[in-house]
């Protein structure tokens, strides 16, 4: 079983609107509001109120700015730096990396509608410390709900008209070119035409780097809801986001394994020495990546290259991206989604004839035991130890391990 948020976007979706959805499900409000006070210190005053968007109850969050705060003028930042204020401060890692995805996701998006290299589009519509703002906050209350990832309905979008950039910037059309950029993928719905800017930016980002498409309700055992609403309180529509949270069989969980999303990132290489690889290897699987991997390859004008692969949570996709550019020559990496299906897993542990302890890492399927595999590091010191090779320290532990498990074993 995980648990999973569904968002229900009725009337439209912002930062603060799923920000407020996720305190109105059970998100404690100060755990969550002190771990945006750690990025964006003395910048706002936060508090929630309970509000009507067409007769339907909400809560909605409001944000004024701290007129303790000693601020030295409004200025736009790049990417990089959001980025650096979040990794700066003491946050929990999934939060962190939760809310780094998202602002990267946010910053490629906005680069690729300017046409600005790499992701250094600043964020002149968007408002530097309220995307600070909202996006650790839905990272944090996502966490402190035990959230592990959204699944996101059909989004509204509101074509034609323009939506009021920034002083000192033009306007931007609806809907908003870098929000139809991250919503690739995701399915769309008209809108109002009076509806305005239904889907900002931020959210578009979150549900990006957080979320996938769910053609309805999934099947789930439902734990929580919770309203956000949005400024507006027009006629005709409730403007607020919903979020069913509920905890969801896996996919092949009556089959007996488990299935979970991950992502896959890749580069392409063609100049880099084998001594460099394996260090870049070596530093994807320190930085989290559950596997690496490199493939030769046959490239361009006839060279010899390599593809190295790392396999990873996607709450680690932001870190690994970094390591991939830090360590190698790749001026690119890919990632794609991909579910992984797993058996359940459990280590024993077995004596062996001739002295020594080894650990077996056990794999069970619909409650058997189909796999036993000893762990070689182990088998290696015991081997060492008692003047024997690996391969008759490895032969006994499989033999004991058989022993005690047992071919089909059973709980």
Do not use: C
Request: hydrophobic share 45%.
């Amino acid at each position: 079983m995980s648990r999973v948020a569904f968002v229900d976007v009725i009337g439209g979706a912002a930062g603060d609107m799923l920000l407020a959805a996720l305190l109105d499900a059970g998100a404690p409000e100060a755990e969550v509001l002190a771990a945006v006070e750690r990025v964006v210190p003395g910048r706002f005053v936060v508090r929630t109120e309970e509000v009507r968007r067409a007769g339907l109850r909400a809560r909605f969050l409001r944000v004024e700015p701290d007129s303790s705060f000693a601020s030295d003028g409004a200025r736009s930042r790049s990417i990089e730096d959001l980025i650096a204020s979040v990794e700066r401060v003491d946050l929990v890692a999934a939060v962190r990396d939760a809310a780094v995805a998202v602002l990267r996701r946010l910053g490629e998006a906005e680069a690729r509608v300017h046409g600005v290299a790499g992701d250094g589009g600043s964020l002149h519509e968007l408002g530097d410390d309220d995307t600070l703002l909202d996006v650790v906050g839905v990272a944090a209350a996502m966490h402190a709900l035990g959230v592990e990832r959204l699944l996101v309905s059909s989004v509204p979008l509101t074509v034609g008209g323009v939506v009021a950039g920034a002083e000192g910037h033009a306007g931007l059309p609806l809907p908003a070119p870098a929000t139809v950029e991250l919503l690739r993928g995701f399915d769309l719905r008209i809108a109002p035409p009076d509806a305005g800017e239904t889907v900002t930016p931020t959210a578009a980002a979150i549900f990006a780097a957080l979320g996938s498409p769910s053609n309805g309700v999934p099947e789930l055992r439902l734990t929580a809801t919770g309203y956000g609403a949005g400024a507006r309180d027009p006629e005709g529509y409730p403007n607020v986001v919903r979020v069913l949270i509920g905890e969801v069989a896996d996919a092949t969980a009556t089959e007996g394994f488990r299935e979970r999303p991950l992502v896959v990132l890749e580069a392409n290489i063609d100049d880099l020495t084998p001594e460099l690889a394996a260090d870049a290897a070596d530093a994807l699987a320190r930085a989290g990546a559950l596997d690496v991997w490199i493939t030769p390859v046959h490239m361009k004008k006839g060279r010899p290259g390599m593809i190295l692969s790392a396999l990873a949570e996607p709450s680690s996709e932001a870190r690994l991206r970094r390591v991939f550019f830090e360590t190698t020559t790749t001026f690119g990496v890919r990632s794609s989604l991909v579910r992984r299906a797993e058996l359940e897993r459990t280590v024993e542990a077995v004596d062996l004839p001739d002295g020594g302890r080894v650990r077996i890492k056990v794999g069970w399927l619909g409650g058997r035991v189909i796999s036993a595999t000893p762990e070689h590091d182990d088998v290696a010191a015991v081997a060492r130890q008692a003047g024997l090779t690996v391969r008759q320290v490895y032969s006994e532990a499989v033999a004991a391990a058989r022993s005690l498990l047992g071919t089909g074993a059973e709980r």
